[in-house]
């Protein structure tokens, strides 16, 4: 004979998948235009702060030549 507890032993990997459908449920999902607008505005943020960036790394280096030279 097998015991209650043994067969009714919950998996764990069964358990965490259902919960998170559960969750994925719950999520308030954005249109696709309200999407697009936001892929842009990550898109531009993305390349201002990288063409700043770059440009503070060139200055930099260009600082760090001069003390050195």
């Known amino acids: 004979m097998t015991d209650k507890k043994e ?3 919950p998996n764990k ?5 259902r919960e998170t459908i559960g969750e994925m449920r ?13 892929t842009w505005i990550v ?3 993305m ?3 990288s063409t ?7 200055v930099f ?3 760090v030549t001069l003390l050195y030279s």
């Open 7 to 9: 067969a009714k032993k």
């Open 13 to 17: 990997i069964a358990q965490w998948w």
């Open 26 to 38: 719950k999520v308030s999902w954005p249109t696709l235009p309200e999407a697009r607008r936001l």
């Open 43 to 45: 898109l531009v943020v």
């Open 47 to 49: 390349l201002a702060m």
């Open 52 to 58: 700043f960036l770059g440009l503070l790394d060139f």
């Open 61 to 63: 280096s260009r600082l």
